[in-house]
């Protein structure tokens, strides 16, 4: 589980992909955008969320998606209110740490 200041996310995985459940409030610091080579493919469960994808900014209400390509720079911040959401990933190496619980992958 990461648990930082204003964010707590469990992370999942399958044979090929990862989802990520996420709980951000707002009070979380602001992230400075990033890219990564996978594309994300967001689902936002409750609350509000605004995106920022490659400088434009995208607002989300429940069950509102948005699908971000591989390489373009995003942040997110939640909007007055907590906010949940499922983030869908290809399988990421850099995440496999996050998801050691799983004992069927080798895990602890």
Same mark, same amino acid.
């Given at each position: 589980?990461?648990?930082?200041?204003?964010?707590?996310?469990?992370?999942?995985?399958?044979?090929?992909?990862?989802v990520?459940?996420?709980?951000?409030?707002?009070?979380?610091?602001?992230?400075?955008?990033?890219?990564?080579?996978w594309?994300?493919?967001?689902? &936002?469960? @409750?609350?509000r #969320? !605004?995106?920022?994808?490659?400088?434009e900014?995208?607002?989300? %209400?429940?069950y509102?998606?948005?699908?971000?390509?591989?390489?373009?720079?995003h942040?997110s911040?939640?909007?007055?209110?907590?906010?949940?959401?499922?983030?869908?990933?290809? &399988?990421? @190496?850099?995440? #496999? !740490?996050?998801?050691?619980?799983?004992?069927?992958?080798?895990? %602890?």
């Amino acid at each position: 589980m990461r648990d930082e200041e204003g964010i707590r996310q469990v992370v999942f995985r399958g044979m090929d992909q990862m989802v990520g459940f996420t709980v951000i409030e707002p009070d979380k610091p602001d992230a400075e955008p990033h890219t990564h080579p996978w594309e994300q493919v967001n689902v &936002l469960a @409750e609350g509000r #969320l !605004d995106f920022l994808v490659d400088g434009e900014r995208v607002s989300l %209400e429940p069950y509102d998606a948005l699908a971000i390509p591989p390489g373009v720079e995003h942040t997110s911040r939640s909007v007055g209110e907590h906010a949940v959401l499922f983030a869908f990933w290809p &399988l990421r @190496e850099d995440r #496999l !740490d996050a998801t050691a619980y799983q004992t069927e992958f080798g895990g %602890e």
